[in-house]
């Protein structure tokens, strides 16, 4: 039975992590109608950034997480803009082609620059849990749940109540009415 809790808290703390992850998909699938295979190749550099940050510059990973989200913005906000604008509310398989392709193209672009040799990010609490009862909860895997809990909330709290996020909700459901009351549509899937 501890076993069984064990495998349901590593989970779920693991689950944390996977649901950021579909939010960010969810949004642009939502708002752009784009399914976007780039998605994963997108997070794989947003991952290589932070192993550099830490292994190079010496930044924590979390502290580090707000420079990697600026520079992923800029990066995504070039390719929206330079790539992806031109196949919005374009027919599935053409967004399906196009992200795929960018998929195949960043992978191996992130392959030829970096190898394919694993790396880990080792801070010094790397190791560290604590007992809670029969289960032991990994304190970094507790943290970025917390995290993506936090993120979560907060991308809900901002299409909701924040002028850009109703924007972005209008665009999403009429695209045609979001341009009459002064919505710009290309600089806002960016």
């Known amino acids: 039975m501890d076993l069984l809790l064990q495998i349901l808290v590593n989970g779920i703390l693991q689950g944390g ?17 784009i399914v976007n295979l780039a998605h994963g190749a997108f997070i794989m550099l947003g991952a290589y950034i932070s192993w550099h ?5 010496h930044i924590d990973p979390f502290l580090g997480l707000p420079i990697t989200a600026c520079i992923m913005f800029v990066v995504g906000y070039g390719v929206q803009r330079g790539l992806l604008n031109l196949i919005a509310r374009a027919p599935m398989f053409n967004t399906l082609l196009i992200t795929f392709g960018l998929e195949v193209v960043l992978t191996y672009l992130a392959q ?19 007992a809670l009862g029969p289960l032991t909860i990994p304190v970094v895997r507790l943290a970025a749940f917390g995290v993506a809990m936090v993120l979560t909330v907060g991308m809900w709290y901002f299409l909701l109540r924040s002028r850009l996020g109703r ?19 290309r600089h806002l899937y960016a």
């Open 17 to 33: 992590l996977y649901a950021i992850m579909a939010l960010g998909l969810a949004l642009v699938w939502g708002v752009l109608n």
């Open 53 to 57: 940050l830490f292994t190079y510059l």
């Open 112 to 130: 030829l620059v970096f190898s394919a040799d694993f790396r880990t990010i080792n801070p010094s609490y790397a190791g560290n849990n604590f």
């Open 167 to 185: 924007a972005i909700r209008a665009t999403a459901q009429n695209l045609v009415a979001a341009r009459l009351y002064g919505v710009e549509p």
